[in-house]
């Protein structure tokens, strides 16, 4: 294929992080939301661990401050221009979506979407029937809700066929669904600042269930129109995984592993995960490159543009490359140029707090 010629060679090309001078951390700006787990303090044996949504200054001159009560804290996502960050909230009578002001000085929490318009997006999580009763507690979750620019609508997985789709938050008006690719309900989608696109993790047509093998997918939202971004092979699969997660008789025989896509606030780029490391990739599929090698994942682009978070395993986590999301990682955030220059480290390297998700926000 002509896209994954053009990947492969452009990923080879790619550039590493961390060669150029460290940046000067004073001078970051804004602040960093994360949720995170206290490796400190575990949970009790039955239940759930516990999610915490958490803030300190770009710079980490400031220990992390707790913005919310809640203990199980997830699907984290930036609206820059609303000063405010939306969480999913999985506990007793919070089970939603919701909004949180990062302006106020309480960061007041408010419902993110009325919930009719949010329920139909709603969908089990992993917990079983036969789970402790704590753990039933969280059952519910809404699935991967994000809000429009313009506040208008809402872009989420509904149904058995895992469509992504979207919905005026009005309810008013009939759903627009990506019919032809199933979205991985792992990873969140991103609108472009204009709200006419938005991009997000799907399976590829070699993947036999349950989004084992995915790519990045751009829908255009006035039409749902949607398209192939990236098509990245990662290492190659031994026999019996490939029997296991690869349609029978399709050629496939390497992991494709591209996931949570961010878009820049001008448009131009789109951040990622790859088998290769962080990249970039224009929304038009060119200028793939990689800026962070592997070891880095999920990147979150400061409020100009011009810089990078993202997170890293701690120095003794292990071998993350085989359990990128084991819950007995502690993973700390760093921060680049947006070229991948400069690699800095920005949160406590202790470990006592495990970072799971990230946003920049002024």
């Given at each position: 294929?002509?896209?994954?010629?053009?990947?492969?060679?452009?990923?080879?090309?790619?550039?590493?992080?961390?060669?150029?001078?460290?940046?000067?951390?004073?001078?970051?700006?804004?602040?960093?939301?994360?949720?995170?787990?206290?490796?400190?303090?575990?949970?009790?044996?039955?239940?759930?661990?516990?999610?915490?949504?958490?803030?300190?200054?770009?710079?980490?001159?400031?220990?992390?401050?707790?913005?919310?009560?809640?203990?199980?804290?997830?699907?984290?996502?930036?609206?820059?221009?609303?000063?405010?960050?939306?969480?999913?909230?999985?506990?007793?009578?919070?089970?939603?979506?919701?909004?949180?002001?990062?302006?106020?000085?309480?960061?007041?929490?408010?419902?993110?979407?009325?919930?009719?318009?949010?329920?139909?997006?709603?969908?089990?999580?992993?917990?079983?029937?036969?789970?402790?009763?704590?753990?039933?507690?969280?059952?519910?979750?809404?699935?991967?809700?994000?809000?429009?620019?313009?506040?208008?609508?809402?872009?989420?997985?509904?149904?058995?066929?895992?469509?992504?789709?979207?919905?005026?938050?009005?309810?008013?008006?009939?759903?627009?669904?990506?019919?032809?690719?199933?979205?991985?309900?792992?990873?969140?989608?991103?609108?472009?600042?204009?709200?006419?696109?938005?991009?997000?993790?799907?399976?590829?047509?070699?993947?036999?269930?349950?989004?084992?093998?995915?790519?990045?997918?751009?829908?255009?939202?006035?039409?749902?129109?949607?398209?192939?971004?990236?098509?990245?092979?990662?290492?190659?699969?031994?026999?019996?995984?490939?029997?296991?997660?690869?349609?029978?008789?399709?050629?496939?025989?390497?992991?494709?592993?591209?996931?949570?896509?961010?878009?820049?606030?001008?448009?131009?780029?789109?951040?990622?995960?790859?088998?290769?490391?962080?990249?970039l990739i224009h929304p038009d599929g060119t200028g793939l490159h990689v800026i962070i090698k592997p070891l880095g994942i999920d990147p979150a682009w400061s409020?100009?543009?011009?810089?990078?978070?993202?997170?890293?395993?701690?120095?003794?986590?292990?071998?993350?490359?085989?359990?990128?999301?084991?819950?007995?990682?502690?993973?700390?955030?760093?921060?680049?140029?947006?070229?991948?220059?400069g690699d800095t480290q920005i949160s406590d390297d202790s470990g006592a707090l495990a970072v799971m998700e990230l946003v920049w926000m002024d």
């Amino acid at each position: 294929m002509k896209l994954r010629f053009l990947a492969i060679l452009s990923l080879a090309c790619g550039s590493a992080a961390g060669t150029d001078a460290r940046l000067d951390r004073a001078a970051l700006p804004g602040r960093l939301f994360f949720v995170a787990y206290d490796r400190v303090h575990a949970p009790p044996p039955g239940h759930p661990i516990t999610r915490k949504l958490y803030v300190i200054p770009a710079s980490g001159a400031a220990a992390p401050i707790e913005v919310i009560s809640d203990e199980l804290v997830s699907g984290l996502v930036g609206y820059p221009a609303r000063h405010a960050v939306g969480v999913n909230l999985s506990a007793g009578p919070n089970r939603s979506s919701f909004l949180i002001d990062t302006g106020a000085p309480h960061f007041l929490k408010t419902p993110l979407i009325p919930w009719e318009v949010q329920s139909p997006f709603s969908s089990p999580d992993w917990t079983t029937p036969d789970a402790p009763p704590a753990m039933q507690a969280q059952r519910y979750l809404s699935t991967q809700i994000t809000v429009a620019p313009d506040g208008q609508r809402v872009a989420g997985i509904m149904g058995p066929g895992m469509r992504m789709c979207i919905a005026p938050t009005s309810g008013n008006e009939p759903l627009l669904c990506a019919v032809e690719v199933r979205a991985c309900d792992s990873h969140f989608a991103s609108w472009s600042p204009d709200g006419k696109a938005i991009v997000f993790a799907g399976a590829i047509k070699a993947d036999r269930s349950s989004c084992n093998l995915h790519e990045l997918f751009i829908m255009d939202t006035s039409t749902g129109v949607t398209r192939q971004l990236t098509d990245i092979p990662g290492d190659r699969l031994g026999r019996e995984m490939r029997e296991a997660i690869v349609v029978k008789g399709d050629a496939t025989d390497r992991r494709h592993k591209s996931n949570h896509p961010v878009w820049s606030p001008d448009a131009q780029w789109i951040a990622f995960n790859s088998p290769k490391g962080i990249s970039l990739i224009h929304p038009d599929g060119t200028g793939l490159h990689v800026i962070i090698k592997p070891l880095g994942i999920d990147p979150a682009w400061s409020p100009d543009g011009t810089l990078i978070a993202y997170l890293v395993p701690h120095r003794g986590a292990g071998d993350k490359r085989r359990f990128p999301r084991r819950f007995d990682i502690p993973w700390v955030i760093h921060v680049s140029r947006a070229d991948g220059a400069g690699d800095t480290q920005i949160s406590d390297d202790s470990g006592a707090l495990a970072v799971m998700e990230l946003v920049w926000m002024d």
